[in-house]
Each structure stands twice: as structure tokens, then as C-alpha cells.
């Protein structure tokens, strides 16, 4: 038996597989049912051009990562290269591992762009962070778009305490390119049990300070913007404006209800968390999809029943693990993938090491969240909000402040 020749074999290859034009591929992009898009050339050959929505793997890793990008093997696809060769050669492969409606792009992506059809510059991350997000990259659900969208992203912190360190230290190590901490207080000997963003070397030190160094030292890509105020009635518009999750760790219900309200009318998510000695709480308030805060509590609880934990004291991991979990909250969030918390409290329990699921629902009357209060705010006549220690039609307005834990 005689050698084949690389052409023939080519050739034999293309006998096996079904091609189409560019003409064919571009109508099949435009229909509503469009195809899955792959393209199989190498990084540096993508990053000169590709076709609008076709995910990015290249030849060598096609059997192993085909599954995680397209797990139903009945889905239509269209695979292309540069020319069309290596194109076939995984058209064929896909067919072997069960993929039955596959085609080849005759002529590749240079035929698409000889006849005239739309193509895109990817943005792509830089040799140092496809280094740093390779784990990221290396996931369907987030790959290199997503790790540029969170590059994009804009998480604000309302404090740099238990809850707020563990959630900016993982936030910052993701790479959420701009991190916003509300803070007004300085760091104390006993925040170090708990607030690991911070070090004994910098006691004494404003808060945003030591956090930012914290986070500029982590990742560098990571912009840090440090608001060292109270968060009140006058600035709170101002301070949440342009951010895109908010992850709330304060530990006064009067900050809480004030960041509400002015989450729900900008329609901001925040990722809420509190503690308490050995326990924990966490749910995900997005405007409109579940319910808000003031339909969790419409009233606040009287004060000796709700004790911050410079009074109550806390397990110092506690809020580790809250934090952790509001910043995966966060990533879902910016990302647009998972199931969030919206519409679910999870009760954690450190003692015995549970976790316990309520389901939570929006409240037909909240003056904040409501079909009532969007239509009246909209009409710029917001429904009456009731203020602590008032009569619920007064509607003067409180200054808060207080510590943020």
C-alpha cells in the first residue's frame, strides 16, 4: 500500500464532511436559529479578526473543551479556520465524537472576508492577564469575554470591615476593574480578628487607605476608588452612582434601609450580608426580580434585639465565609450567569455547619419596590417611606451615620 500524500488525504478528509460557502455560513448567522460559530484557528490568529459570536477554541484543544461550549451533539455547527483544512479535520473529528450536524467553512475566514461579511478585532486580555485569569479563561461559563466584562465591571463596597475584606479581597483577585469602598473609619486593634484586609502595622490608619493598599498589591489591574465619608441622605445618589453590584456590609439597619432605597430607584443590585456571634445571613436584593430590603423588614427591630458586634461579639470567620459568598454573588451578577439569591435567604449556622434556605417575596405594598412606588416615583411623587422614630407621613429626612462594621 502506498503512501498517501497530506493533499489526499485532505481531500479524503473533505469527502467524509459537509462544507459550506460563505454565502451559505452567513445566511445560517443570520437566521434566528443561528449555528454555533467555532473557530479552531490559534490565539494569534484570532486576535487578527473573527466572525460575530463564534466562540474561540483552538484546534488542539477542540475534543477536550467542544463539550463545555456545545453539550447537546444534535446542535447545528459551523467550524472554520484560516482556509478551510484544519476545519475539516475537526469537522471529522466532532462526527467521531457523536456531533451530527456539522459543517466546514469552505475557504475559512479568509473566504468570509474576501466576499464582505461582517467581522470583528477581538479585545483580548494581555499575555500578563491571560496569565493571571487563566483558571477563568479556562471556564465556558466565563472565558476570555468574561473575564474582559469583569475587567469593565464596577463593584461598590459599603464598608472595609468583616463582611467587606473577604468580598474586596475576592472580588480584586478576579479582576473587577473597579472597586469603590465607603468607609469612615479607622483601623482598630480589635478589627484584626475579623477585617483581613487590614494589618497591625496599619492601626490606626484610615480604612479605604489600608484597603486600597490591600487590593493595589494584590492585582494591579484593579482601580480602587475610596469614598472615607458616611454613607447619608445627601450623598448616597452621588456615591453609588455608575456602579454595577453593590455588596452591602454595613451593620446599622438605618444605613441598610437608606442604601436600599437608593439601590432600588437606580436599579443597582446589592448583595446583602450580616452577622451575628456563630451566624450568618445572605440574600441578593435585585430591583424588581425579587424582593428589596424593606420588604424583608418593613420595620426595623428595636435596638437591644439587634446588637452590632462590637456589643454581641462574632466568630471571626463568620464573616469570612458571608463575604466570600457575597462576592460570588457579585461575580454571578456581573457575569450574567448562575442562579442568584434574588428572592432567597440563606441562613448560615457555624456551630453545627449548616445552611438553611428560606424562599422570600416581594411585598405588593412596599413603598419602595412596588408597581405603586415605581409609578409614583416616576410621576415625581414618591410614596411616603416611613423614617425612624416618625409617624410613617412624615417624610423629613434622617442623617445617618454610625460605624460600618
Known amino acids: 500500500m502506498g503512501v498517501v500524500s497530506p493533499r489526499d488525504h485532505l481531500a479524503a478528509v473533505k469527502q467524509q464532511i459537509r462544507e459550506i460557502s460563505a454565502d451559505q455560513a452567513a445566511e445560517l448567522l443570520a437566521s434566528d436559529a443561528a449555528p454555533a460559530f467555532i473557530d479552531v484557528r ?5 486576535e487578527q479578526g473573527f466572525i460575530p459570536g463564534a466562540r474561540h477554541i483552538p484546534r488542539g484543544n477542540l475534543e477536550s473543551r467542544i463539550e463545555q461550549h456545545v453539550s447537546d451533539r444534535d446542535a447545528p455547527i459551523v467550524i472554520y479556520c484560516a482556509a478551510g483544512n484544519r ?35 477581538p479585545r483580548a486580555l494581555s499575555k500578563e492577564q491571560f496569565e493571571r485569569y487563566s483558571r477563568h479563561v479556562l471556564i465556558p461559563e466565563v472565558g476570555e469575554e468574561g ?4 475587567l469593565d465591571s464596577k463593584a461598590l463596597l459599603i464598608g472595609a470591615g468583616g463582611l467587606g475584606s473577604p468580598a474586596a479581597l475576592y472580588l480584586a483577585a ?35 487607605e489600608s484597603a486600597k493598599k490591600t487590593l493595589n498589591a494584590l492585582n494591579p489591574d484593579v482601580t480602587v476608588n475610596t469614598h472615607e465619608e458616611m454613607l447619608v441622605a445627601d450623598n448616597v445618589e452621588r456615591i453609588i452612582h455608575g456602579y454595577d453590584v453593590i455588596i452591602d456590609g454595613t451593620d446599622t439597619f438605618e444605613t441598610r434601609y437608606l442604601l436600599n ?12 450580608a450580616s452577622v451575628f456571634r456563630f451566624e450568618g445571613q445572605l ?29 454581641a461579639g462574632v466568630l ?16 454571578k451578577v456581573l457575569l450574567g450567569i448562575g442562579d442568584t439569591l434574588a428572592g432567597r435567604l440563606l441562613l448560615f449556622d457555624a456551630l453545627d455547619t449548616t445552611f438553611t434556605e428560606l424562599k422570600l417575596r416581594r411585598d405588593p405594598s412596599c413603598p419602595v ?27 423629613t429626612p434622617f442623617v445617618l451615620g454610625g460605624p460600618i462594621a
Not at 490559534?42 to 484570532?46: F, K, S, V
Not at 432605597?261 to 446583602?272: E, L, M, S, T
Open 147 to 150: 473575564q474582559l466584562r469583569l
Open 369 to 395: 419596590c412596588s408597581t405603586e412606588a415605581v409609578a409614583a416615583r416616576a410621576a415625581g411623587t414618591p410614596l411616603p417611606i416611613p423614617q425612624f422614630g416618625l409617624a410613617a407621613a412624615e417624610s
Open 316 to 331: 471571626g470567620v463568620v464573616p469570612g465565609i458571608m463575604g466570600m459568598l457575597q462576592a460570588n454573588e457579585a461575580l
Open 174 to 208: 478576579a479582576g473587577v476593574g473597579t472597586i469603590g469602598i465607603v468607609d469612615f473609619d479607622v483601623v482598630d486593634l480589635s478589627n484584626l480578628q475579623r477585617q483581613i484586609l487590614h494589618t497591625n502595622d496599619r492601626v490606626g490608619e484610615r480604612k479605604v
Open 261 to 272: 432605597d437608593a439601590a432600588v430607584a437606580k436599579n443597582i443590585p446589592v448583595i446583602h
Open 42 to 46: 490559534e490565539r494569534d490568529e484570532y
Open 87 to 121: 476545519s475539516a479535520y475537526a469537522a471529522k473529528t466532532l462526527a467521531e465524537l457523536g456531533y451530527g450536524d456539522v459543517v466546514s467553512l469552505e475557504g475559512g475566514f479568509s473566504r468570509w472576508k474576501q466576499n464582505g461579511y461582517q467581522w470583528r478585532l
Open 283 to 311: 440574600t441578593t436584593f435585585i430591583p424588581y426580580e425579587g424582593p428589596c430590603y424593606r420588604c424583608l423588614y418593613p420595620t426595623p427591630p428595636p435596638p437591644e434585639l439587634a446588637p452590632g458586634c462590637s456589643v
